[in-house]
């Protein structure tokens, strides 16, 4: 008995509603959002929330399974690679009396799930009735391990409350022959190989079930299959677990079999509650790094618990051949791709509070430096130009075509024109060695990719007769103006790139003198090309007006229709859609932050005032067609000093996937816009930027945030800082590490260990 105490304990959500997400009922209109939203990850592992009621004879619908880096290509042969899901390990039949136990769709009052995302749980429970004297009430967890990522875990627990009957209780697996190949099917253990990529796939899965406490042996077992029948009477207490193992293999020479049945037998030898605390655990942990806290704003509070919760589910510090996709591990839509989201959204939040993770995704395009280097060269250019879209060996995957909102056919120039990835990159690289100092990264890898990318912007940025180096036929961050010259946000941040690029050379031949000549050599890198480097930087056309201090977001930008879009405002479809394609591009408006990207990024290039001057040109224009968009504005807009702007598109970039009504989440929850909301609260709000010797603090909370408090790692320390808005008070606590410098309205002062700072923030 004292098992299923446990379970009830278990099988119930954290009490305090800031941590949880609840769904009551069932509403067939928003159950993909739902999905979406609800789902559950570990950065190898990601279920989507599919909720346990029945559509139909199955008790449990099917929930998707991801597993990062698991990528096949359809067949065809200019088929975009995909992830492809493994098949459904949570499938659940129940029979009563020899029928289905059906749950009727339309019943809104008998089913809860709650999304604990304090525990990394996803729970449900409900009640069934077939009928007036039968009733079963059911609670459900499901999670898939954040200490031992191959595992999952599944406990249903069901109580006969009244009636005396016959069941039969039915786990298997559904979906075994979706586009993956079996080889092996046995009872305890699947192994599947992708069709084209040569990828391997096992799942390795025991189960067991237990009444009033005591184990009921299964009453007929078949290929990843068990069933068990018994005779219910009120008041009995059913629980039934079933751990999973999944591992995936790169090559074809490996089966992945022996090292599940390996990870199941270590979950097994702990059990379910051992998995459990183990989990359990590693999110406590996450959460002490990475918790966000608002006091004066409980909504704020729970979306940002919402973005910590998917962002800290998303990333694998273990594997470093795979990244994030622009939906994570949530849903399907862009195939599991990698953008610029991960670098540019997504790092900032692992560098300060998950270096390991940070690194593991920085290393993922440390090897597909190789693809990077090809794509260059195959379109004419030297050095690394990485895919805009990329998969899991990095070569080029954005799809040539694909059908717009308004159902049209149309082509996608990213995959050529999108080229700032290559600079995203780089930036990346560095601010995640500025923020930790991991020297050996740099050394080893990270060098070698700011160098190939310098490189790539030396040759593609042209000298031409007017003196300047140009960089023609682009797209930058605004997607709606293609084939443009001299975007300004690529050109800036080519020539910041070319100037890192110059850095590296110096600081490796200065330190590492013997990996320089080793490195440069393997590069074929000579002192003739690096001072043609730093002509390019030093003749980059950028579009800047040294009169009005705008830069001009491409060549003829300003020429263009200036469309009010206030005029506008309130329309559901991006505004593409509502003035047309033709109409778009040949105007102002813009898709998302571009200019307001390069003033997020690089605020240095934006001489005194002309920061102001430059938001204020283009935050008008922009018409947020991206997700990404609203909580750079935010981020902007709360530097500037305008805390209720940046507030607003703070809510904006909320709703996106916490509210039915805005953009549709049915593919995936938007994790590079829940990477901007941290963003926007912690460089935004807390003002937090770095420096060679510390930390910089200029905060700007909104009106009704009492106090914003969260934890940072930076140069292998950690600090924890606390705004108080209502005693006009910053509290700075080291809590490892060697003093530092945290600097708080311009003063530095010194941060150690055994002294928590306190620093007066009022204006005098
Ligand atoms: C945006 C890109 C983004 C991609 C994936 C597009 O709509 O314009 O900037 O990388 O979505 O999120």
Same mark, same amino acid.
């Given at each position: 008995m004292t098992r299923s105490v446990a379970m009830e304990h278990i099988l119930e959500?954290?009490? $305090?509603?800031?941590w949880v997400l609840e769904s009551e009922g069932y509403d067939p209109l928003r159950e993909s959002n739902v999905e979406s939203r609800f789902a559950i990850s570990n950065g190898f592992l990601g279920i989507r929330?599919? #909720? =346990?009621?029945?559509?139909?004879? #199955?008790?449990?619908?099917p929930a998707r399974t991801y597993v990062a880096g698991l990528f096949d290509t359809?067949?065809?042969? #200019?088929a975009v690679p995909g992830l492809v899901p493994a098949a459904d390990w949570l499938q659940v039949r129940i029979l009563l009396s020899g029928a289905p136990m059906v749950?009727?769709?339309?019943?809104? =009052?008998s089913h809860r799930m709650t999304l604990d995302m304090r525990r990394g749980a996803l729970l449900s429970q409900g009640h069934h009735f077939k009928s007036p004297d039968l009733r079963v009430r059911v609670r459900t967890l499901r999670l898939v391990s954040l200490?031992?990522?191959?595992v999952g875990l599944q406990l249903i627990q069901f109580e006969i409350e009244e009636g005396t009957l016959e069941v039969t209780f039915e786990a298997a697996f559904e979906g075994m022959n979706l586009g993956l190949v079996s080889e092996q099917i046995e009872q305890d253990l699947g192994v599947w190989r992708t069709q084209h990529s040569g990828k391997g796939l096992a799942m390795a899965t025991a189960s067991s079930l237990r009444i009033d406490g005591h184990d009921l042996p299964p009453a007929a077992l078949g290929q990843l299959k068990s069933s068990w029948s018994w005779t219910a009477r009120p008041g009995q207490l059913v629980c039934f677990e079933r751990a999973v193992a999944i591992v995936r293999s790169d090559?074809?020479? &490996?089966?992945p079999g022996t090292e599940a049945r390996e990870k199941l037998g270590l979950a097994r030898h702990v059990g379910w509650r051992g998995v459990v605390a183990a989990h359990e655990a590693a999110w406590a942990s996450r959460w002490q790094s990475s918790e966000v806290e608002v006091e004066g704003d409980a909504a704020a509070q729970l979306v940002l618990r919402f973005a910590l919760y998917h962002l800290n589910s998303a990333?694998?510090?273990?594997?470093?051949?795979v990244s994030i996709g622009?939906?994570? &591990?949530? /849903? $399907?839509v862009y195939h599991g791709h990698v953008f610029w989201d991960t670098e540019i959204f997504l790092l900032p939040f692992y560098v300060l509070t998950w270096p390991d993770a940070a690194r593991a995704l920085l290393m993922y395009r440390f090897h597909t430096l190789d693809a990077a280097r090809a794509k260059a060269v195959g379109m004419g250019w030297r050095g690394a130009l990485y895919a805009w879209e990329s998969a899991d060996t990095g070569v080029e995957t954005t799809p040539e075509q694909v059908i717009a909102p308004d159902h049209r056919v149309i082509d996608v120039l990213c995959g050529k024109q999108e080229q700032h990835i290559s600079a995203d990159v780089a930036y990346a690289v560095w601010q995640y060695w500025q923020a930790t100092g991991d020297d050996e990264f740099l050394r080893d890898a990270g060098a070698e990719i700011i160098l190939e990318t310098g490189r790539f912007w030396s040759s593609r940025a042209q000298p031409e007769a007017d003196g300047y180096c140009h960089i023609r036929g682009v797209i930058g961050p605004?997607?709606? *103006?293609?084939?443009?010259?001299?975007?300004a946000f690529t050109n800036v941040m080519a020539r910041w790139n070319i100037r890192r690029a110059l850095d590296v050379a110096a600081l490796l031949r200065e330190r590492w003198p013997v990996c320089w000549t080793r490195l440069s050599s393997r590069l074929g890198l000579d002192e003739a090309e690096l001072k043609r480097w730093l002509d390019v930087a030093e003749t980059m056309?950028? /579009? &800047? $007006?040294p009169e009005t201090g705008?830069?001009?977001?491409?060549? /003829?930008?300003?020429a263009l229709e200036d469309i009010d879009l206030t005029n506008y405002? /309130?329309?559901?479809?991006?505004i593409d859609i509502v003035i047309g394609r033709e109409r778009t591009q040949k105007s102002?408006?813009?898709?998302?932050?571009d200019v307001v990207a390069l003033l997020c990024l690089?605020?240095?290039?934006?001489?005194?005032?002309a920061a102001a001057e430059n938001f204020r040109y283009y935050e008008p224009r922009c018409?947020?067609? =991206?997700?990404?968009s609203p909580a750079m504005h935010g981020l902007v807009a709360a530097r500037l000093g305008d805390a209720e702007m940046a507030l607003r598109f703070f809510r904006q970039t909320a709703a996106i996937? &916490?509210?039915?009504? *805005?953009?549709?989440i049915d593919g995936g929850v938007h994790i590079g816009a829940l990477g901007g909301i941290w963003m926007l609260a912690?460089?935004?709000?807390?003002?937090l930027s770095l420096r060679n010797d510390g930390i910089v603090i200029d905060a700007k909370l909104p009106a009704g945030w009492r106090s914003l408090a969260f934890g940072v790692q930076w140069r292998r320390r950690h600090l924890r800082i606390r705004i108080d808005q209502d005693k006009q008070r910053l509290e700075a606590t080291l809590e490892s590490g060697e003093p530092m410098i945290l600097v708080v309205r311009d003063e530095p002062h010194e941060l150690r260990r055994d002294q928590a700072l306190r620093v007066f923030t009022g204006r005098p």
């Amino acid at each position: 008995m004292t098992r299923s105490v446990a379970m009830e304990h278990i099988l119930e959500p954290t009490a $305090d509603p800031a941590w949880v997400l609840e769904s009551e009922g069932y509403d067939p209109l928003r159950e993909s959002n739902v999905e979406s939203r609800f789902a559950i990850s570990n950065g190898f592992l990601g279920i989507r929330g599919g #909720r =346990s009621t029945t559509r139909g004879a #199955r008790w449990v619908v099917p929930a998707r399974t991801y597993v990062a880096g698991l990528f096949d290509t359809p067949g065809a042969d #200019r088929a975009v690679p995909g992830l492809v899901p493994a098949a459904d390990w949570l499938q659940v039949r129940i029979l009563l009396s020899g029928a289905p136990m059906v749950h009727h769709p339309g019943d809104v =009052s008998s089913h809860r799930m709650t999304l604990d995302m304090r525990r990394g749980a996803l729970l449900s429970q409900g009640h069934h009735f077939k009928s007036p004297d039968l009733r079963v009430r059911v609670r459900t967890l499901r999670l898939v391990s954040l200490s031992e990522r191959a595992v999952g875990l599944q406990l249903i627990q069901f109580e006969i409350e009244e009636g005396t009957l016959e069941v039969t209780f039915e786990a298997a697996f559904e979906g075994m022959n979706l586009g993956l190949v079996s080889e092996q099917i046995e009872q305890d253990l699947g192994v599947w190989r992708t069709q084209h990529s040569g990828k391997g796939l096992a799942m390795a899965t025991a189960s067991s079930l237990r009444i009033d406490g005591h184990d009921l042996p299964p009453a007929a077992l078949g290929q990843l299959k068990s069933s068990w029948s018994w005779t219910a009477r009120p008041g009995q207490l059913v629980c039934f677990e079933r751990a999973v193992a999944i591992v995936r293999s790169d090559t074809e020479a &490996l089966n992945p079999g022996t090292e599940a049945r390996e990870k199941l037998g270590l979950a097994r030898h702990v059990g379910w509650r051992g998995v459990v605390a183990a989990h359990e655990a590693a999110w406590a942990s996450r959460w002490q790094s990475s918790e966000v806290e608002v006091e004066g704003d409980a909504a704020a509070q729970l979306v940002l618990r919402f973005a910590l919760y998917h962002l800290n589910s998303a990333a694998n510090p273990a594997d470093e051949r795979v990244s994030i996709g622009a939906r994570a &591990l949530t /849903g $399907d839509v862009y195939h599991g791709h990698v953008f610029w989201d991960t670098e540019i959204f997504l790092l900032p939040f692992y560098v300060l509070t998950w270096p390991d993770a940070a690194r593991a995704l920085l290393m993922y395009r440390f090897h597909t430096l190789d693809a990077a280097r090809a794509k260059a060269v195959g379109m004419g250019w030297r050095g690394a130009l990485y895919a805009w879209e990329s998969a899991d060996t990095g070569v080029e995957t954005t799809p040539e075509q694909v059908i717009a909102p308004d159902h049209r056919v149309i082509d996608v120039l990213c995959g050529k024109q999108e080229q700032h990835i290559s600079a995203d990159v780089a930036y990346a690289v560095w601010q995640y060695w500025q923020a930790t100092g991991d020297d050996e990264f740099l050394r080893d890898a990270g060098a070698e990719i700011i160098l190939e990318t310098g490189r790539f912007w030396s040759s593609r940025a042209q000298p031409e007769a007017d003196g300047y180096c140009h960089i023609r036929g682009v797209i930058g961050p605004d997607e709606y *103006h293609q084939n443009i010259d001299d975007n300004a946000f690529t050109n800036v941040m080519a020539r910041w790139n070319i100037r890192r690029a110059l850095d590296v050379a110096a600081l490796l031949r200065e330190r590492w003198p013997v990996c320089w000549t080793r490195l440069s050599s393997r590069l074929g890198l000579d002192e003739a090309e690096l001072k043609r480097w730093l002509d390019v930087a030093e003749t980059m056309a950028t /579009g &800047l $007006d040294p009169e009005t201090g705008l830069f001009e977001q491409f060549a /003829g930008y300003f020429a263009l229709e200036d469309i009010d879009l206030t005029n506008y405002a /309130g329309r559901s479809v991006p505004i593409d859609i509502v003035i047309g394609r033709e109409r778009t591009q040949k105007s102002q408006v813009v898709k998302q932050a571009d200019v307001v990207a390069l003033l997020c990024l690089l605020p240095e290039e934006f001489a005194h005032g002309a920061a102001a001057e430059n938001f204020r040109y283009y935050e008008p224009r922009c018409s947020h067609g =991206s997700s990404l968009s609203p909580a750079m504005h935010g981020l902007v807009a709360a530097r500037l000093g305008d805390a209720e702007m940046a507030l607003r598109f703070f809510r904006q970039t909320a709703a996106i996937d &916490l509210s039915d009504t *805005h953009v549709a989440i049915d593919g995936g929850v938007h994790i590079g816009a829940l990477g901007g909301i941290w963003m926007l609260a912690v460089f935004g709000f807390a003002g937090l930027s770095l420096r060679n010797d510390g930390i910089v603090i200029d905060a700007k909370l909104p009106a009704g945030w009492r106090s914003l408090a969260f934890g940072v790692q930076w140069r292998r320390r950690h600090l924890r800082i606390r705004i108080d808005q209502d005693k006009q008070r910053l509290e700075a606590t080291l809590e490892s590490g060697e003093p530092m410098i945290l600097v708080v309205r311009d003063e530095p002062h010194e941060l150690r260990r055994d002294q928590a700072l306190r620093v007066f923030t009022g204006r005098p």
